[in-house]
């Protein structure tokens, strides 16, 4: 399980990177990456979504 969640962190860093080099704030992409991995980004710990699908709507 650690080596899973070790990989996923890797990725995600590595996408924070590349978003950071195009250009976006270093907040807005831990969130996109966040978004994308269905984590909290640093510093959303103690808020609350509301009433959320597992499934993004693609419509």
Known sequence: MSAIESARDK???DEV???VKL???RPVAYKMVAD???QRPEGEEGEAEGATTPWPDLS
């Open 11 to 13: 990725v995600m860093s």
């Open 17 to 19: 990177k590349s978003l």
């Open 23 to 25: 250009g976006l704030p």
């Open 36 to 38: 994308r991995y269905r």
